[in-house]
């Protein structure tokens, strides 16, 4: 990576650590200065406030925003907010409106996520395409979240609906999302790409966890589209 190379700012899923991105940011780093943003263990954040937490994480540098599941509205909304200071958004196997009827959120709010088998939940995130490591640490940060945490998160993402400020955007967008996606499904993400310009959407062999499952190959797509839409903004 050269000194110059532009900054991509990684917001992570429901877990908030940011520990996920450890496979796809190598990959990353080889085109970008990678900065992955960890969110707090604060029950009392909701959309509003991991946007602020953003915002002031980026500060005035011109960057491109990926939101993975969990962050997908909050990259729509940085993005909606700092306009030109965001080069470009990926949404990485997320959504724009709850993804879920928002009485089933609720209630999966209140469940502990212990208590659902390892290989049920293994299957949901990962499908077929897992490996020890890769379960290993998805059993360690399940455990370590925090139940009121979590459940807040989820209660948010219950209830927003991020469509309008997602049709206005003017910079590129990528999507990426997996065929398998059992836990956000891709069709509602793919009726917005087609209604929307300047984006596009990119389907995996994967489950949910395609960043983590699939890092090298949605690593070059998002090299590809940044590099395409730094050309596209520098012919206008």
């Known amino acids: 990576m050269v000194n110059d190379a532009p900054e991509i700012v990684l917001l992570p899923g429901l877990d908030g650590t940011g520990d996920l991105f450890d496979r796809v940011a190598p990959h990353l780093a080889r085109e970008f200065k990678v900065n992955v943003v960890r969110y707090p263990q604060d029950p009392t954040l909701g959309y509003a406030g991991y946007v602020e937490l953003v915002r002031h994480e980026i500060g005035s540098r011109p960057v491109y925003v990926l939101g993975e599941s969990f962050s997908g509205p909050v990259a729509v909304l940085v993005a909606s907010q700092l306009r030109d200071q965001v080069r470009g958004i990926v949404l990485a196997a997320t959504f724009i409106k709850n993804p879920w009827p928002q009485w089933l959120m609720r209630r999966a709010a209140r469940v502990d996520p212990r208590s659902t088998p390892r290989n049920i939940r293994d299957a949901m995130l990962m499908g077929p395409f897992s490996d020890k490591e890769l379960r290993d640490k998805v059993e360690d940060i399940v455990r370590a979240l925090s139940r009121p945490v979590r459940a807040a998160r989820l209660r948010a993402a219950a209830e927003v609906d991020v469509r309008r400020d997602f049709m206005r ?68």
């Not at 999507?175 to 929307?196: C, F, N, T, Y």
């Not at 984006?199 to 699939?214: C, D, G, S, W, Y």
């Open 169 to 236: 955007l003017e910079c590129p967008v990528l999507a990426l999302h997996g065929r398998s996606d059992w836990l956000v499904r891709k069709a509602p993400m793919q009726k917005a790409i087609g209604e929307k310009g300047r984006a596009r959407m990119i389907v995996f062999p994967a489950a949910h966890m395609l960043l983590q499952t699939r890092p090298a190959e949605t690593a070059t797509e998002i090299i590809e589209f940044t590099r395409s839409s730094a050309e596209e903004n520098y012919e206008a």
